[in-house]
């Protein structure tokens, strides 16, 4: 099943986990801590009532985009920040739920597009594309990226609330190797 079908399939805790783990594996762009989200992935565990209270706390304690963030990360440190600010502050709404998570999953797509080296080569097909299944001759950060958002819709689909611990792993993976894109892209500029 393709990253679209699977979004649209997907039941409001896992639009609201999607794109949360979209979030999550991007924050080093922000400069964020590796718990800053903890309180949303806890709140995903309960009934939802406290998302809009722990989304609140979360955007005042994130960054904004770095503005002396380095030409090929401020890009995505903005898409970033867009992300955390367009999250619905409730999660009783399918419809925005289901936008938001779209939107973040085509935003951490073109945000792995924008830090890998090799993306000149990937000039075929479109992130859309790319969602809706045609994946050969992707580059490697960006297929591991659609990968994990796979990966993320599959085992929320399968087994429910059980799937947010694969979530909230998938995603700490995730967010190590932007970490370490990022860490190699400040030495070569250095």
């Known amino acids: 099943m393709s990253l679209v079908e699977l979004v649209a399939r997907a039941d409001a805790r ?38 809009g209270a722990q989304l609140t706390a979360v955007r005042a304690l994130l960054p904004q985009a770095p503005a002396d963030a380095a030409p090929d990360t401020a890009e ?43 993306r000149a080569e990937d000039g075929t097909y479109t992130l859309e594309d790319r969602r809706a299944g045609r994946t050969d001759g992707m580059t490697p950060l960006v297929e591991a990226e659609l990968r994990r958002q796979t990966t993320i819709l599959e085992a929320l689909s399968a087994r429910g609330p059980a ?19 990022v860490s190699r892209q400040a030495r070569g500029t250095a």
């Open 14 to 51: 896992g639009l609201a986990a999607s794109g949360l783990a979209c979030l999550d594996r991007c924050l080093p762009l922000l400069g964020a801590d590796d718990d800053a989200l903890r309180p949303l992935w806890a709140s995903l565990t309960a009934d939802g009532t406290a998302w």
């Open 163 to 181: 799937g947010l611990r694969q979530a909230v792993e998938v995603s700490a993976e995730g967010r190590r190797v932007v970490r370490a894109v």
């Open 76 to 118: 995505p440190a903005g898409l970033v920040r867009r992300m955390v600010d367009a999250a619905p502050a409730g999660r009783d709404d399918e419809d925005a739920l289901r936008a938001w998570a779209d939107d973040c999953s085509l935003a951490a797509l073109h945000i792995h597009h924008l830090l890998d080296p090799g």
